[in-house]
């Protein structure tokens, strides 16, 4: 009998989770095929990684709204994802409906409670708030027969979290829990505390900061669990890490770099708060110096621009210096749905963490720098040379395994 | 005391050649830095490539025009290089005006012969024509005690030349020129068949096809020469072969690529013709099929709006399809002055070939793919791919050469 | 009781007919409000145009297709159209359905030739089609009890017709018709022939330039018809307009103004044949000299683009001159539906040509200048400027006419 | 003999009015043509305004630099005017060196303080500033033996003035100033109330609103002196306003209109400063919503990019619906030079100003709109609806005055 795995999308109303779990559904029923993910291309033949049949999809969101209402309405305010596809998977989802949970809001700042739909957590301890995650869980992966499940943070970007001792030492962290050090602590951290005892690999596709600091890093090694992150790479950040090695490479110095992304859905609205966006750009920000080995000029802006929803849109002017000082230009206009180039890579992810798991692998994922903005523990940010990463992990792979036991 | 190595460029009345004399003579007085050279960056650290002191030039033109004239006339219309880092030069200009000859404008085409200041060559034999440069390429080194003459296609673009078995047999080809079969022949042709009997490295920066056919391959291996080409990678075709992977690692499925150029210098009068941008736009349009795997639509314009001069133009459209059959595009907008982007390359490629001159290479030079639109012998078009070509062969000469004499 | 009122559109099949018919049932049933028709804004308060209740719908189309299924096939292509705007207006497209007929194809060139599915008719003499098409139009208007009934060219673009003697002087004209002078006729002409005689008033919405030209407006006179023309503007000639008289009133000189379309429906297939978009160019190009005064150097490039179905997506660079010499930049990128834009046009136009037929004018409506791209008989081609003409005739109506019969 | 008229440059030092200087000496020693000013075309035939040989310069500056020095400095920078223009006009710079004098920064707020290098004037009062200046226009007026002197604000953009009831009514202002109500002042306001006293026409070509304000209107008219405002229409604003009212004319509904602006030259490093900048997005603010008579989402953006010197780029993303609600966009990116578009538009003013005096005019020129971002007094801000004002005030001139004592 093929394995099942559970797939627990953190935001799970969010735009990024509904098009994952419609992609995943579209895809195991033959109504789409599957572009845009990257483990479903020839690089991987020969892998066993999971299909989309044997996903479970589970949830978390701090708004209380119904799945099926949710899609309702993105797709009333636009139209990118065709009807055809989804009329047949009406009863799917009316099940998946069931498993989306209420979520933390705990500590998460004021654009984020601003969505909220459920009560304050701020009284609760974080050490019953992480026992309740644990247990729900457990209780999903027993009750569902499960034989793994991924936690893949999809939920809008918190501010900022100051990072302190406790952070950087497990057992320091675990005191800061039992003491109830609120500030330490904000929903994600919560959340992936709570992934990596229940042995669930846990992915950061957000920018936030208080998930995978050192002291997490080592609970994961602990537990045998492995975790990645930050920041899905999907748009501007992507063309910029695809197009500042040529600079490098041509010695031609950027002089300036400023990017300017306009976007309307709601991870937009979250962004627009300044204590969100700052995650966001520090995120974004670190990459041209790691490239060019120098800071050029820089600067990022998001703004938030309802007319566009899911559409984001962003101009960046590259102002370089060539031969003789002269000065030349370089401009590039991204038109993105933000979901649709998030969806599939976390679908990968959800794959790509399970596959690790199986393999015994812990701690960081350093072969999938390329999926992220600010990938953890890796320095490289050319998208070319990380990508190279994963085409070296897969090679690898099949140079030690010509068969292994498919996942079945 | 140190040796002196010729650089013969072809077309050195052009705006590429002046460029790359100016910015070499600039930075061996340190009037310049050698921003836009690779060979300058500290990935060639401990490599003993010559230095631009080391440097001599030589030339051929069908324009008989004085260099300093041409220099004038250039500055007027486009006031890209500083008039400071010119004046302190005067003299070395002064000196090397007299080492530009009149060369071949044999088998051209009607652009280029409208160029023409020189006078018909079309009944001279090309056996005769071929001694002729051949002469001039070993008197020069003879008089002037170079160790080496590098000789570098930096003329207008040809129309294409129709390959014939004579092209794909060394031994054919020379029965060919004995026959004086004229239209097996163009002047680069010519200049590739007698830099290589000179034993000159050939460098063919140009799109021109008549001049690295298989039986010139032969000729090189035969005289130990390392010759390398198509078509120097400058602008809109750089920035696509730094994009183009990044939509194949992401599966992302590019529908249309249409490319737009506009230019005002003389390479663009003479892409005004369609032969001559014919030969252009092969190269250009090669490269997205041998990345993508599969013929995306795509269309390439090249025009000519005198307005530009130096500075090249082109947008960009790049239509794709991601998750869920979703369209979204990615447009850029290049505005680069095509000879100083060109130029540094020019140097980098003459310190480069004699390089591998010197080690004792001989053929094509696989490692130099980044600087070609149409790289012989490489399938490999991305740009990152190619560079890493670059850095694998510089990495190999210093696992084995610790320490090498150094050119002096 | 309420006028009736018939709209007859040749290319009734094609993507700006469709768009109309629908859009004008869907306000009529309150589905969709009449944003992008200048006749539903304020200028036209107490204005006594027909409204979209009174219209009933005609065709003719060379390709014999049910518009039912063409309007499935254009939206499962491109879902532009809310799906909930279509489903309620089923019934009326039925009814549609059976008054859209066969059309001419003669002499229309191969591009549209290839698209057409009826039956060759170089073999029937001009006069004979021109009469068949007569009693079609007299025919819809009596059986269907209409008052007017508008005829306006929203068909394929024909290859030029080359203007004789004949298409000059009306008693000529009538002799080559006479004497079946096949070559002086497009299809476009013998519609428009056929119009005026049936008093049509006659909207020529493409750039063929085979249907207005002096013999047939001296035969609109005659017959008291009202005719306009040629090639609506809804794009990129659109912006061209409002931006080009910027630069004459700034005294900025236009040194280049270079135009790239890209497009993908059926109008960019057509366009994609040479003589077609000769045509085409034609009407977009004569603008620049008029507005500026002076001919800068500009070309315009229509290439067709599948991928982007309606979207057309143009790229313009503006280079100009300004004080002391200096050279500077204006870009613009257009991405407009055509259709969407094309659609509420042509229904202005009809109530507007209805309006004066209704008022006694005839021959040409200089007052609709701003809606075309070449507009017969005025020499201004500024936007606001055109515009204005439109205002003015407006506020004339208004101060001769306090109170007019409605069209009841 | 010829009159002989003053131009007072506020802002003397900086770049546009070096380059006014520059430019205007250029064309009266027929070194430059005067494209770029409107007063050249041939809309001012036969209306006799004063010529360039007839200006003599003044100016006042916070910095204390040389005129010769600055403009080297500014020339190193970015090579924009020809050095061979500049090179004959030596003499000429040198004795306009001479009158450019220590300026006002009174009250300017951070930004300008830091850039200015005169002593603190925050001890003196209003008045005695204000007679200070009174006394330096007269006294070059008289000594020079001037026929008029025009004064125009080309300084820095200072912090939002808050008006008070003092700004209403002359009396009250009088009274403010010699209480030495501080905080009801800023140099702009000092500036415009000594020039006006002075019977010197002033225009504000500043956004600064503490300039031109009701009570100083009513001075104005008191002592027959004309004057306009605010903010010279240059670039991003002046394309905006050719581009609204195309979309106002042809109801199309503008959903989003965000503009991020790009500049590196001093004004751009004043504007980096948020109370600086926040007066000039509000001039450049107000005119969608009076264009288009509502709000759309709509946001600005002014970054300083130091690479970019002079070279102002801008990007537009204007997103649009269209027919049936469909959503379109128009991009456009503009790359102008600041100073070389503000400077014919200040040598404009100067001649229209002193005309304007001449002819006995006082108070606002409301036939000046197109010049400005924010018009006083003037409602219209569509552009060539606003350049129809100037060429109405032509030729209502032309109908009267058939023929005028020129100014000599």
Same mark, same amino acid.
């Given at each position: 009998?093929?394995?099942?795995?559970?797939?627990?999308?953190?935001?799970?109303?969010?735009?990024?989770?509904?098009?994952?779990?419609?992609?995943?559904?579209?895809?195991?029923?033959?109504?789409?095929?599957?572009?845009?993910?990257?483990?479903?291309?020839?690089?991987?033949?020969?892998?066993?990684?999971?299909?989309?049949?044997?996903?479970?999809?589970?949830?978390?969101?701090?708004?209380?709204?119904?799945?099926?209402?949710?899609?309702?309405?993105?797709?009333?305010?636009?139209?990118?994802?065709?009807?055809?596809?989804?009329?047949?998977?009406?009863?799917?989802?009316?099940?998946?409906?069931?498993?989306?949970?209420?979520?933390?809001?705990?500590?998460?700042?004021?654009?984020?409670?601003?969505?909220?739909?459920?009560?304050?957590?701020?009284?609760?301890?974080?050490?019953?708030?992480?026992?309740?995650?644990?247990?729900?869980?457990?209780?999903?992966?027993?009750?569902?027969?499960?034989?793994?499940?991924?936690?893949?943070?999809?939920?809008?970007?918190?501010?900022?979290?100051?990072?302190?001792?406790?952070?950087?030492?497990?057992?320091?962290?675990?005191?800061? +829990?039992?003491? /109830? =050090?609120? &500030?330490?602590?904000?929903?994600?951290?919560?959340?992936?505390?709570?992934? @990596? %005892?229940? *042995?669930?690999?846990?992915?950061?596709?957000?920018?936030?900061?208080?998930?995978?600091?050192?002291?997490?890093?080592?609970?994961?090694?602990?537990?045998?669990?492995?975790?990645?992150?930050?920041?899905?790479?999907?748009?501007?950040?992507?063309?910029?890490?695809?197009?500042?090695?040529?600079?490098?490479?041509?010695?031609?110095?950027?002089?300036?770099?400023?990017?300017?992304? +306009?976007?309307? /859905? =709601?991870? &937009?609205?979250?962004?627009?708060?300044?204590?969100?966006?700052?995650?966001? @750009? %520090?995120? *974004?920000?670190?990459?041209?110096?790691?490239?060019?080995?120098?800071?050029?000029?820089?600067?990022?802006?998001?703004?938030?621009?309802?007319?566009?929803?899911?559409?984001?849109?962003?101009?960046?002017?590259?102002?370089?210096?060539?031969?003789?000082?002269?000065?030349?230009?370089?401009?590039?206009?991204?038109?993105?749905?933000?979901?649709?180039?998030?969806?599939?890579?976390?679908?990968?992810?959800?794959?790509?963490?399970?596959?690790?798991?199986?393999?015994?692998?812990?701690?960081?994922?350093?072969?999938?720098?390329?999926?992220?903005?600010?990938?953890?523990?890796?320095?490289?940010?050319?998208?070319?040379?990380?990508?190279?990463?994963?085409?070296?992990?897969?090679?690898?792979?099949?140079?030690?395994?010509?068969?292994?036991?498919?996942?079945?």
């Amino acid at each position: 009998m093929k394995k099942k795995i559970g797939a627990c999308f953190l935001g799970a109303l969010g735009s990024i989770s509904i098009t994952a779990i419609i992609g995943a559904l579209a895809i195991k029923r033959s109504l789409a095929d599957s572009i845009g993910m990257i483990t479903s291309t020839d690089l991987f033949d020969g892998v066993d990684l999971i299909s989309m049949d044997q996903l479970e999809f589970f949830g978390f969101d701090v708004r209380e709204q119904k799945l099926r209402h949710v899609i309702e309405e993105t797709l009333d305010q636009c139209r990118y994802i065709d009807p055809e596809i989804i009329k047949p998977l009406e009863s799917d989802l009316k099940e998946i409906e069931h498993f989306i949970y209420p979520g933390i809001n705990f500590n998460c700042g004021q654009a984020i409670n601003a969505l909220s739909s459920i009560s304050d957590q701020s009284e609760i301890p974080v050490r019953k708030i992480a026992n309740s995650i644990e247990s729900g869980l457990r209780h999903f992966k027993e009750s569902r027969g499960l034989d793994d499940l991924i936690v893949i943070n999809l939920a809008s970007t918190e501010p900022i979290l100051e990072l302190q001792p406790c952070h950087d030492d497990l057992s320091l962290l675990e005191h800061a +829990i039992d003491s /109830n =050090l609120c &500030g330490a602590f904000r929903a994600s951290s919560i959340y992936a505390y709570a992934a @990596i %005892r229940s *042995k669930c690999p846990y992915i950061n596709f957000t920018p936030s900061n208080g998930a995978l600091f050192p002291a997490m890093l080592e609970l994961a090694h602990e537990h045998g669990v492995p975790v990645m992150g930050n920041d899905g790479k999907t748009g501007e950040t992507l063309v910029k890490s695809a197009l500042a090695p040529m600079f490098k490479s041509r010695n031609l110095q950027v002089l300036s770099w400023e990017g300017f992304n +306009i976007l309307g /859905n =709601l991870d &937009g609205k979250v962004l627009d708060h300044p204590d969100n966006r700052e995650s966001k @750009i %520090r995120t *974004k920000d670190a990459l041209l110096p790691k490239i060019l080995g120098y800071s050029p000029h820089s600067s990022i802006q998001i703004n938030y621009v309802p007319s566009l929803d899911d559409m984001k849109t962003a101009w960046d002017f590259i102002h370089f210096k060539g031969f003789l000082g002269t000065k030349m230009s370089l401009q590039f206009i991204w038109q993105g749905l933000d979901s649709m180039l998030a969806a599939p890579l976390a679908l990968d992810l959800v794959r790509l963490a399970e596959f690790a798991h199986r393999r015994g692998e812990s701690g960081l994922m350093p072969h999938l720098a390329s999926y992220f903005k600010a990938p953890l523990g890796v320095e490289e940010h050319g998208f070319s040379e990380q990508f190279a990463l994963l085409a070296s992990y897969v090679s690898d792979y099949r140079a030690t395994h010509n068969s292994v036991g498919a996942p079945s």
